[in-house]
């Protein structure tokens, strides 16, 4: 089992910046894939960003030029700075930890997803 926490929501003004954090605690040898999600009410969770163990990022368009997602392996946290942050980044932000377990050698890969409790993110002047 892996839990996350996460920390760093809160009320900004537009144009401003945040920086999400979550740490992981548990099973964390075998993470191997970190993310960052958003959900608004109403509207399904969307991808924010992520990045493998070994730092190769993807970033979901309209956020590449605004956010930027890194993890620290030794702390096993996951980050997400969020800079000219609009109003129509509002959202409760997830974290999420993908795990990756090879039972045997030639076995395949078992993956699990776990979830934060969520953050909310408000933009507003």
């Known amino acids: 089992q892996v839990q996350l926490m996460e920390s760093g929501g809160g009320l900004v003004q537009p144009g401003g910046s945040l920086r999400l954090s979550c740490a992981a605690s548990g099973r964390v040898r075998s993470i191997d894939l970190m993310a960052w999600y958003r959900q608004v009410p109403g509207n399904q969770r969307e991808l924010v960003a992520s990045?493998?163990?070994?730092?190769?990022?993807n970033y979901r368009d309209p956020m590449k030029d605004r956010f930027t997602i890194s993890r620290d392996n030794a702390l096993n946290t996951v980050f997400l700075q969020m800079d000219r942050l609009e109003p129509g980044d509002t959202a409760v932000y997830y974290c999420?930890?993908?795990?990756?377990?090879?039972?045997?050698?030639?076995?395949?890969?078992?993956?699990?997803?776990?979830w934060g409790q969520g953050t909310q993110v408000t933009v507003s002047s």
């Open positions: 999420s930890v993908t795990t990756r377990i090879v039972p045997c050698i030639e076995c395949p890969p078992v993956t699990k997803d776990y």
């Open positions: 990045v493998t163990r070994g730092g190769s990022t």
